[in-house]
């Protein structure tokens, strides 16, 4: 995980709300590990492009950060949390100065693994512009 990554991670994981509807830190980077229970959060880098528009650099990264659950009302509900947590927050990235955070586009679907369980994923990508400090 990249240093925006791990910005968002602890911005995730410091917020009360999120955590008590998680019912603890179940935040991961990816994947859901095989051997976690649901709730939990998965966040990842869906693209990013450097700017180069000055000569300061700076970057513009969208995030996708989504609950799964086990029915797609309780990923919502989640959702909602992450959107508390990241929506026009100042994120703290060493070497960067973040001046926007926001999400853009909302993510919600079912999805049914071969066993026949379903997994609710809900949640937003969220984009990222930070300029070196």
Same mark, same amino acid.
């Given at each position: 995980?990249? &240093?925006?990554? @791990?910005?968002?991670?602890? $911005? ?7 955590? /008590? #509807?998680?019912? *603890? ?41 989504? &609950?799964?659950? @086990?029915?797609?009302?309780? $990923? ?7 959107? /508390? #947590?990241l929506h *026009?927050?100042?994120?703290t990235v ?12 909302v993510v ?22 930070? &300029?070196?400090?």
């Amino acid at each position: 995980m990249n &240093a925006a990554g @791990s910005a968002i991670y602890s $911005a995730l994981a410091g917020h009360a709300g999120l955590i /008590a #509807a998680l019912g *603890g830190t179940a935040i991961w980077y990816g994947v859901v590990p095989r051997d976690r229970a649901l709730p939990g959060v998965v966040l990842s880098l869906a693209s990013g492009i450097e700017d180069n528009e000055t000569p300061t650099r700076s970057v513009n990264l969208v995030y996708q950060v989504t &609950a799964v659950a @086990s029915t797609l009302f309780q $990923a919502g509900q989640i959702a909602e949390q992450i959107d /508390a #947590a990241l929506h *026009g927050a100042t994120l703290t990235v060493t070497g960067w100065g973040n001046f926007w955070t926001a999400r853009e586009s909302v993510v919600s679907y079912l999805e049914i693994d071969p066993a026949g369980h379903s997994f609710g994923h809900a949640g937003g990508e969220y984009r990222v512009r930070m &300029a070196v400090a």
